[in-house]
């Protein structure tokens, strides 16, 4: 099910990952923090979509859908491969 502040945004944000460290007394110390990775929530189940620059080995990725199927504008989504049918037969339905 989607959510209804997925129509009032504007683009999926990207989120970021950090690296963690496990080192005694790091509250003594400053430590620039260092990027794991870049990430999308996916919008339809809320699972992890990693931003790979190989895009072919991505999991999901940002679909656009016009406004002829959302009957709202155009609207960016977040989704892993799984989650796509689903959205699909959703906005199909009405």
Known sequence: MLKKSIFNREKPYKRIKYKENKEEGRHLVKHKPEKEYEYYICDYCGKEIRILEKKYE??????IFPESLTKKGDLKLAL?????????QEFEKS
């Open 80 to 88: 892993c491969n799984k989650c796509l049918n689903p959205v699909l």
């Open 58 to 63: 991505m999991t999901g990725g940002v679909a």
